[in-house]
């Protein structure tokens, strides 16, 4: 095909007719890379049409290129200002960049021009999730749903916004009206199932949280074994099970408490897990074998598998039956310490009194789905900071802003860069006298090496969490610090000013306490 003229039965056609014709093709094919190739050629030649900017910006946003696909729907605002589905997609990107104050103020524009699409409003109650405004939320999946009955994601959006507000009951009623209008999309028994194991119910809601491996949206990899998978179910005495960290690296420090037990009951222990963790986990008892989940790596022959955090259920875990020991990992060799020891230098202290060393985390993965909840900006966190004690960042990959507070704060030293893997980092963790941080990775790794550890916790906070109390029954040296239903952070952070300022006065003069 030549690129400059396409003759047919009617003569000559013109490149850009050409492009438009083949862009269509590949969009009617379902190969949407090769048809946004023609449509950006196409824009080059036609900069001043609406229609092409329109698909540029769909496609783009559809291959996840949400900067450069808000580009071309800008283009769009310029060529054909008012219009409403281009409003509606700006919002909607600028919603997936989380940009979430400029996504309200154009989804609310797109309100009032397209008053009876469901979409418009269901996009605005998602944004406004994303701020914290569930209640307003709710309202707009309200709308959704009136203009649409059968509106399965915005019913099921609804609930996610009840469960944030703490009211379980109609949230349960909407899954359940959802899961009657769709009975086969296993996300929503994968949110009943984290709803059931928030309010205790574990029996119920480690089964549910089966349905990881199927739900339309999974974002967990567990490779197609030949072997069966393991679920508590007949003996593994004297067989070799493959367990496989398919969730995050919190997960998987959380629950290789299990792989002692497992090891107990006679089976011979492979864990593959992520690399940045497998010199930390290689070490935890009863594993035979730590391969990294890495391309390439070659795993032993083995009888069965299972997902790690499916040996909660393999176990029948229940609340008042938790593997719960101070420390489940063998602490870290002496010559980490010495090198952690002499990084940190004396300690800071008054008089003759040393002080205590406190490690900070303030923000977790920003692509996590809940990050606009469970994160705190290190301005909020650095209120904590005061004379007597010597503050360490544990903090991974701040953001921009962070890390220019970071930069103006010489009191907060940072050693982040020695924090090569989480064996180094809870090397470092374990020379602190406390570590305060949001729910993150850093939480479980310090708890899990027994450390004193205060989390600080959204209103509805993760599944493991639990609500309504300031202890943890995975963790015995964990204090929770909650939000109210306020839901400011500021509130939580004077709370543990005033709580941190007792502890740094007595530290060294009476024990210190790891709950209240």
């Known amino acids: 095909m030549n690129d400059k003229v396409l003759r047919n039965a009617s003569g000559p056609v013109s490149k850009s007719t050409d492009l438009h014709r083949r862009g269509q093709a590949h969009l009617d094919a379902g190969q949407h890379l090769e048809a946004l190739r023609c449509y950006l050629e196409l824009a080059k030649i036609t900069p001043n049409s609406w229609d092409v900017a329109f698909r540029c910006g769909l496609l783009l946003f559809e291959l996840a290129r949400h900067e450069e696909a808000l ?6 605002q310029k060529l054909q200002p008012g219009h409403a589905m281009t409003i509606y997609w700006r919002a909607r990107t600028l919603r997936f960049l989380r940009r979430f104050e400029e996504a309200i103020e154009l989804s609310e524009q797109a309100e009032v021009l397209a008053p009876d699409d469901p979409d418009v409003f269901n996009n605005s109650g998602i944004i ?33 916004s009840l469960v944030q507000l703490r009211r ?47 739900k339309k949206t999974d974002r967990v990899r567990y490779p197609k074994f030949p072997t069966p998978m393991w679920l508590g ?46 010199s930390l986990v290689s070490r935890v008892p009863g594993v035979a074998l730590c391969v990294p989940k890495s391309e390439g790596t070659t795993v032993p022959r083995f009888d069965l598998h299972c997902g790690i955090s ?32 002499a990084r940190l ?24 789905v809940n990050d606009h909840n469970r994160s705190i900006p290190l301005d909020v966190m650095a209120r904590l900071v005061t004379g007597g004690a010597q503050f360490v960042s544990l903090q991974k990959d701040p953001r921009p802003g962070d890390m220019a507070v970071l930069g103006k704060r010489p009191d907060i030293a940072d050693y982040t860069s020695h924090m090569t893997d989480f064996s180094a980092t809870a090397a470092l963790v374990s020379c602190l006298d406390l570590v305060i941080t949001v729910d993150t990775s850093v939480a479980h790794l310090a708890a899990a ?52 300022g007792n502890q740094i006065r007595s530290f060294g003069s009476v024990p210190f306490p790891a709950t209240s």
């Open 345 to 368: 230098g004396a300690r800071e202290g008054i008089g003759e009194r040393k002080g205590m060393r406190i490690g900070l985390v303030w923000s977790g993965n920003p692509r996590h």
């Open 71 to 76: 580009s071309f729907l800008d283009r769009c």
């Open 233 to 278: 179910q007949g003996s593994v005495a004297g067989k070799t099970i493959l367990v496989y960290a398919e969730e995050g690296l919190g997960d998987t420090i959380q629950f290789v408490r299990y792989l002692p037990l497992l090891a107990a009951l006679g089976a011979r222990v492979v864990l593959a897990a992520n690399e940045e963790l497998h």
């Open 168 to 214: 379980f009951t109609e949230a349960l009623s909407c899954y359940a009206a959802a899961k009657s209008l769709q009975p086969d999309d296993t996300t929503i028994d994968w949110n009943i199932a984290n709803l059931q194991m928030l309010t205790g119910d574990f029996a119920a809601g480690w089964a549910g949280r089966e349905s990881r491996w199927t």
């Open 449 to 500: 090496f027994g450390r004193p550890t205060w989390v600080l916790l959204p209103y509805t906070p993760d599944y493991r969490w639990l609500l309504d109390r300031n202890d943890s029954p995975w963790y015995p040296t964990v204090r929770l610090f909650r939000q109210d239903e306020t839901r400011d952070y500021s509130i939580v952070i004077d709370r543990v000013h005033a709580e941190l």
């Open 310 to 341: 499916s040996l909660p259920l393999a176990f029948g875990t229940r609340l008042d039956s938790i593997p719960s020991a101070t420390a489940y990992f063998p602490p870290v060799p002496a010559e980490e310490l010495r090198s952690w020891e």
């Open 128 to 160: 406004l999730h994303g701020l914290c405004r569930d209640a307003d939320a709710v309202d707009r999946f309200d709308r959704a749903i009136r203009l649409k009955p059968d509106f399965v994601d915005g019913i099921v959006n609804k609930a996610n």
